[in-house]
Structures are given as C-alpha cells and as structure tokens.
C-alpha cells in the first residue's frame, strides 16, 4: 500500500472497504484519494487520519470504529519501496498459472463442455468456431500444413501463443465456472465467444493483410459484438446498443421490472391511459446506477423501452431519475395528445 493505491476503492480482505463501510464512504470528504493522503509520518510510524463531512452518531459510531481498528491493522514501512503486490504467490509477483489456481474452485464442474457450446447464446457460425477451437481444428495455417493442404514455406506466419491457461477447453470451464453476479452470467458467457471470434479476426488480419496486433481494438470490437448479440438474442430485456456497450449489466434492470408480472397487471390500465412501469438500481450505496422502463398499452402491449447508465448514484436517485426519464419519454410521445400517463414504480421513498 501506498501513493499509487487508492485506500477507499481498493479490495481489502473480504470486500472493497467502500462496500464494507459504504456509510464512512458516503461521509468522507475524500472519496477518491491515496493512500498518502490519509495521513502522515510520526518519526517511523503512520498516523491515519480519515476527514469527516460531520461526526459520526448512532450506528455509525460502530462502524466508525470498525473502519479505523480494519485500517490501523495495515502497517506501513517507512523505507520501502511503494509497489504492487500479487497476494496469490511467496513472490508477490504475477503469474497466469496462479491466477489459473485461484479461480478454479474445489468444486468446479469438470464434465465435457459440449453441451455449454451449443447454448444459443450467440449465432451458429461462432458457435461452429468455438467447437473447432476447443478440439483444435481451428484451420489455421499450422493445421494446413499437417493435413498437407499447403507447404510448410506457406505455413511461415505470424508466431502466436495461447497463454491463460495452455489448454483451450480448461479455459473454458474455467469461464463459465467463474464467479459472477447474478443476472449477468449470460453476459458473461456470450463474452468467451465474443472475445474468441475477434481475436481469430485479428489474426486473420495480421497474417494476410500485415497488420499489427492491437489489443485495444479487439477489447471494444468484443464489447461491441456482446452488445448487437444481446440486442438481437434478448430485444425486450436490452436496451439501446450504445447502452448496453457502455454498461453490459443494465439488462438486469429490465429483466427486474418484467420478473413476475403477468399480462393480467398489465392490462389494468384504462383505455384513454397509458402506463410507465419504472425501476432503477445501484450497486452500492452510492454506486454505479441505471435505470429502466417499460411503457404499455391497455392490451399490455410495449410502446416504448429504455435502460440507460446514470453514472454514480444510490438507489433513491435512481429511481427518481428513472421516473423523470418516463415523463419525458411520455411527453414528447405521440400518445401524450389522448392519453393520460400512469407511472408504478416500486420504490416507497420515492412514491412518498
């Protein structure tokens, strides 16, 4: 720990000490600063002093308390180099192989990936390459010249290496075994393929036009494709493209305001009314934040869908963010002229 780790937003233990004591996070003057801007040097000993917008009372004296005893366990050397530190190897320095061990679990599901291939989330032909990349028959330049389709002065190319770990179907039980939030798994999972088939192109690219390698374009074209595959595969629970790019987990805000709601609740709606059903999260408190709507007829049919990132917030603004974004889609709309709007939201703070 030092001046190049952030003390609020770094994991620390079990958590992110912002999510563990998002109460002291919320009252901090500095939310974003150092480590060296939290206190200062006592002859070989650091003092830590955390601002407060106002002092602490009721149950956030205790965890007031339980923040400073969490940040006074780490000490700090006055004559050490400030670095990062792998906590996954005696070294302290990274390596794929322990990454590997510390995402495989105990319990991981370790029987043939098959039947995960051929889940639909992606189209066909990216499917196809998925399976040939994980039986090796990929027909890359190598695979040519075993067959003896060309010759190995052919075959000479661009020298590529699978890193993360060296054998493909490991890689991906280990994806889809991975620890991920609930309702956002299929995002997860369709991001193997999409990563996979960008990088192919890529290389395709490198080896038959001359291009160079550009890890930047790969990431934002695999992002890209996640988002036109989500839209196409899922239209009622994804917003526009855009969004769903800039933020791949707003779907779950759509998916929250359909869960549970039969076509009988959405037909109580009166004819000359139109209905704006509204949701808005956050991780956190505060948080990365989105908000989402669905808008219906009295036959329960969908006028108009949004989802949308709204940067930093908590859930209240949110979903009050979520009920302006309704008026002004509604007001602006053709139905605004003969049809009177009702909005449900199910938040209670913000209907108050």
């Not at 006592?42 to 602490?56: A, I, K, M």
């Not at 050490?80 to 599901?109: F, H, R």
């Not at 054998?167 to 996979?196: C, H, P, R």
Request: net charge positive; aromatic share 12%; proline share 3%.
């Amino acid at each position: 720990m030092g001046v190049i780790t952030r003390l609020i937003s770094e994991r620390d233990g079990p958590g992110v000490l912002k999510e563990r004591f998002s109460r002291i996070f919320t009252l901090g003057t500095n939310k974003e600063g150092c480590v060296c801007e939290f206190g200062n040097w006592s002859g070989d000993n650091w003092e830590w002093h955390v601002d407060l917008r106002r002092q602490p009372f009721g149950w956030e004296e205790n965890q007031w308390e339980h923040f400073r005893n969490t940040v006074e366990e780490c000490c700090l050397c006055k004559d050490m180099k400030d670095t990062l530190v792998w906590k996954c190897t005696a070294s302290g320095q990274y390596s794929v192989k322990s990454y590997c061990k510390e995402v495989l679990q105990p319990n991981i599901n370790v029987e043939d990936p098959w039947k995960e291939i051929w889940s639909g989330l992606v189209p066909f032909r990216i499917e196809v390459f998925v399976w040939q990349l994980l039986c090796e028959r990929v027909a890359v330049k190598h695979e040519l010249t075993r067959r003896g389709m060309i010759t190995n002065d052919l075959a000479k190319c661009v020298e590529v290496k699978w890193v993360a770990p060296n054998d493909v179907g490991l890689f991906f039980k280990l994806w889809n075994n991975s620890s991920v939030k609930q309702g956002e798994l299929k995002i997860w999972k369709m991001g193997f393929y999409t990563i996979a088939w960008s990088t192919w192109l890529q290389r395709n690219e490198m080896v038959f036009r001359g291009k160079g390698w550009d890890g930047n374009q790969v990431y934002e074209v695999s992002k890209l494709r996640v988002a036109i595959w989500a839209k196409t595969r899922w239209p009622c629970e994804y917003g526009t493209v855009l969004d769903t790019y800039r933020n791949p987990t707003l779907g779950v805000v759509i998916r929250k305001l359909r869960k549970g709601r039969t076509v009988d609740e959405l037909r109580k709606s009166n004819l000359e009314e139109m209905k704006f059903n509204v949701d808005g999260v956050a991780q956190g408190c505060p948080g990365d934040a989105g908000i989402g709507g669905v808008m219906h007829d009295d036959k329960g049919q969908i006028k108009v869908l949004f989802s949308k990132s709204i940067g930093i917030g908590d859930s209240n603004l949110a979903e009050v963010k979520a009920i302006r974004e309704a008026f002004l889609i509604f007001s602006a709309s053709r139905w605004a002229i003969f049809h009177s709007l009702v909005i449900e939201s199910d938040s209670q703070n913000v209907v108050k």
